[in-house]
């Protein structure tokens, strides 16, 4: 059974540039949710998508948005990119489970 | 808002011995997670926990939960290396919302 997927790996984008990330969940899962990961920060929520409707948002600005497929593959976008927006992208799914399976992540390096 | 309190942040301790990562949350959850980090990776795991008084164990790691409390207890029993890593806990008052600690970054030694 393949595991949560993410894409890219590692990117590196330029100050003011937007980005894509990807994230296809286990089969069968519905619901997919992303965080992000920095030094300072830890873990924070992002954003949470069951059956391509958002369900919860956190704490970040206008410029991370997201959407959620019918296939369930999710994607995450960051506008006007800044340093601070350098970090580990994890996205994470679950089904009917009680258990939230996470991807190996998208390293973003902003410079 | 929602806390989530792990402590200690470093733990450093020798091959063969028992301690314990504590977790601390403000509001009511209707699960707790335990997590494992090892550098550049990914979460994998560990246990979830879903009522008061669950007990739940894999090898040498313990977990429980008090939500009464509302605390959550790692117990690592006889430590090896391989459990170098760093621990985090998480709450999820809303579906799959998790709110996560600092993490505890456990380091083993022989």
């Known amino acids: 059974k393949a595991g949560v997927t993410q894409t890219p790996r590692y990117l590196i984008k330029t100050r003011g540039q937007q980005v894509t990330l990807s994230c296809s969940p286990i089969s069968g899962h519905r619901s997919v949710s992303w965080y992000q990961q920095t030094p300072g920060q830890g873990l924070q929520f992002l954003f949470e998508y069951f059956s391509e409707t958002q369900r919860n948002k956190g704490n970040f600005p206008g410029r991370f948005s997201g959407r959620q497929f019918s296939n369930s593959r999710s994607e995450m976008n960051v506008s006007t990119l800044e340093l601070g927006d350098s970090a580990l992208y994890l996205c994470?799914?679950?089904?009917?489970?009680?258990?939230?399976?996470f991807g190996e992540g998208s390293w973003l390096t902003v410079v | 808002e929602l806390k989530v309190e792990q402590n200690p942040l470093f733990l450093s301790m020798q091959e063969g011995k028992n301690y314990t990562i504590y977790c601390n949350y403000s509001t009511t959850s209707d699960r707790l997670y335990w997590y494992r980090q090892d550098p550049g990776k990914s979460l994998e795991s560990l246990f979830v926990?879903?009522?008061?008084?669950a007990v739940k164990q894999e090898g040498r790691l313990m977990a429980s939960l008090d939500t009464k409390a509302r605390l959550s207890t790692l117990h690592i029993t006889a430590a090896v290396h391989d459990l170098s890593a760093t621990y985090f806990c998480a709450v999820s008052p809303l579906s799959d919302d998790m709110r996560f600690g600092a993490g505890t970054r456990l380091t083993v030694k022989p």
């Open positions: 994470a799914s679950s089904g009917s489970g009680n258990t939230i399976y």
């Open positions: 926990l879903l009522s008061n008084g």
